[in-house]
């Protein structure tokens, strides 16, 4: 089986390289696009079910996906992003500016406690659990939509590499990364995935997620 790892779509927070973290931010104009690309790009790809972090930016993107095989997104509350409630609304280098020892923690140890931030290691942890699940109820092809830290997390682990790493990934807004599940052992296809937005000429910022 494949499991299709969609990031969701822009918002304006991404735009303005703040900080998003657990804030229900709304696509804006540019990521409502994108959603509707990939609306379009799974038109011709089999798969049975569509899950979503809670998040509003995640379910709207999830929603034209899910309207290809008429149904709705499942909501799992772990594929949300990292809480990071100490920063949210912060862009990267007022963080890194305001936060200075809390930041080099969190970044350099996948397990610093840092209050009001949540680790990487449990992001990766409730990440790889509730992917596990989802496997376990399913035969057939799955689209997860969820965020750019909690999926490199999750690649991260598909390739047997540190939490470290995750930086060295980048994934734009309402990307495709495609992993392969096959005789228990997990595999990566494709990753960061934009062709269906480059149709539409669809600009690519870099996001505060990818200066980490």
Not at 24 to 47: P, T, V
Not at 58 to 66: E, F, G, V
Not at 121 to 145: F, M, S, T, W, Y
């Amino acid at each position: 089986m494949k499991i299709f790892l969609v990031r969701h779509g822009m918002t304006d927070w991404n735009l303005e390289r703040k900080w998003q973290g657990n804030v229900d931010i709304e696509l804006n104009e540019i990521g409502l696009k994108q959603a509707e690309n990939l609306g379009k790009r799974f038109k011709n790809e089999h798969f049975a079910k569509v899950y979503t972090s809670p998040l509003k930016r995640a379910y709207k993107t999830a929603l034209p996906i899910a309207k290809n095989i008429k149904t709705e997104p499942k909501i799992i509350k772990d594929f949300m992003e990292v809480h990071v409630s100490l920063w949210n609304g912060y862009n990267i280098n007022q963080v890194k500016k305001r936060f200075t020892k809390e930041f080099e923690l969190w970044s350099n140890d996948p397990w610093a406690f840092v209050n009001g931030v949540e680790s990487l290691g449990e992001v990766q942890q409730r990440g790889v659990k509730a992917l596990k699940n989802v496997i376990a109820e399913n035969n057939d092809n799955i689209v997860i939509v969820s965020h750019a830290l909690l999926i490199r997390t999750i690649i991260c682990w598909v390739l047997n590499l540190p939490l470290n790493q995750h930086r060295h990934f980048m994934l734009d807004n309402a990307s495709v990364t495609t992993i392969e599940f096959n005789e228990n052992k997990l595999r990566l296809l494709n990753l960061n995935e934009t062709w269906h937005l480059d149709l539409e000429k669809i600009i690519h910022p870099k996001t505060v997620e990818e200066e980490i």
